[in-house]
């Protein structure tokens, strides 16, 4: 019986160590941006736009869609997915328009995406509190050069990217997703830092703003993200007003 006894100590004792030493694998980042080539995701889009050379806002708002379309090849031979996207009104009337397309590209640490030739790692390995990355580390000088006259693309493949409320329950449009994870732009260097003048208090002064917050869901994907970059220039200064853009995505339907 002494010997039954002994025996059943040494059997918890060893159950109690492997549960003490059991580690959990974090999160890879593909979990967070599957790629199944017929799987949808349908915004409420708000992007926001400068007019009159800068002295008005306007914001345009329509329902978007994305589709994953099929596995490809992408321009250094990895195994990449297209993406279409596609537009209409916010009240889901009119027939869907193309509005281009983007490609998503998983590798062993990360998740990559690729539109208007400009490639972003969008996740990073592990996907964990703490992990920080350059999430623009790919892009060229000025890479919105062609689409906007600023200067807040300036330095961008310097900017450190990190994750927030890993594994968290988030509501989006009215809708619960329980395990989550934020993308959120980290620029604490005060010469890189994120808004200056931001209400513009003084209208005499340069101002800017950057900022990018991004939810996914596992299984799922990009659920809800905010991008701003917008720069205003004074009255003295040779174009006057603001310029840049911003966009929100807040998901409403999936398959």
Same mark, same amino acid.
């Given at each position: 019986m002494k010997a039954f006894?002994?025996?059943?100590?040494?059997?918890?004792?060893?159950?109690?160590?492997?549960?003490?030493?059991?580690?959990?694998?974090?999160?890879?980042?593909?979990?967070? $941006? &599957?790629?199944? =080539?017929?799987?949808?995701?349908?915004y409420r889009t708000d992007s926001t736009v400068y007019t009159n050379f800068g002295s008005g806002i306007a914001v345009h708002s329509y329902q978007e869609k994305t589709i994953v379309d099929s596995l490809i090849t992408d321009n250094l031979g990895r195994p990449s997915y297209r993406v279409f996207r596609f537009l209409r009104d916010t009240a889901g009337k009119t027939a869907w328009q193309p509005a281009g397309t983007y490609f998503i590209t998983p590798t062993a640490n990360a998740v990559e995406v690729i539109e208007n030739n400009l490639r972003f790692l969008k996740l990073a390995a592990p996907v964990s509190e703490g992990t920080?990355?350059?999430?623009?580390?790919? $892009? &060229?000088?000025? =890479?919105?050069?062609?689409?906007?006259?600023?200067?807040?693309?300036?330095?961008?493949?310097?900017?450190?990217?990190?994750?927030?409320?890993?594994?968290?329950?988030?509501s989006v449009s009215g809708k619960q997703y329980d395990s989550t994870v934020t993308v959120q732009l980290m620029l604490d260097d005060p010469e890189t830092n994120t808004s200056a003048n931001f209400q513009i208090a003084n209208a005499q002064l340069y101002g800017f703003k950057n900022y990018s917050t991004e939810k996914y869901a596992k299984g799922l994907g990009l659920i809800y993200q905010e991008y701003i970059m917008w720069e205003y220039q004074p009255p003295s200064s040779p174009r006057p007003g603001y310029r840049g853009f911003g966009v929100k995505r807040s998901i409403i339907d999936h398959n």
């Open positions: 006894s002994l025996l059943l100590l040494a059997s918890l004792f060893f159950v109690s160590c492997k549960k003490e030493t059991e580690t959990l694998q974090p999160e890879v980042p593909k979990d967070y $941006l &599957p790629t199944q =080539p017929g799987k949808y995701i349908t920080s990355w350059k999430a623009n580390r790919f $892009l &060229p000088d000025d =890479p919105y050069g062609a689409f906007y006259d600023f200067s807040n693309d300036d330095g961008m493949a310097d900017w450190d990217y990190g994750y927030t409320n890993v594994d968290q329950a988030v």
